[in-house]
């Protein structure tokens, strides 16, 4: 396989910064999607939850470290965005 299937870690400081540009851009589009189109769409009666999708796809491409790491902003982010309880 190529360079681009790796699930190396990245190798430069440069690429670290590209991946965590990348990580927060995905994260912002799953919070705006989360708090302004998911309560609008239905699944089989349940609401899909994007940032949790993102951070699941991120732990598995990734590790547990990246996926614990990029879990904890957004959802706090959601849930103050939403005004629902942080518990």
Known sequence: ????????????????????ARLFAVLVVAVLLQTTVAPFIRVLGANPDFVLIIVVCVGLLRGASWGASSASSPGALVSLILFEPLA
């Open 1 to 20: 396989m190529g360079e681009a299937f790796s699930r190396e870690a990245p190798t430069t400081s440069r690429s670290l910064g590209v991946d965590i």
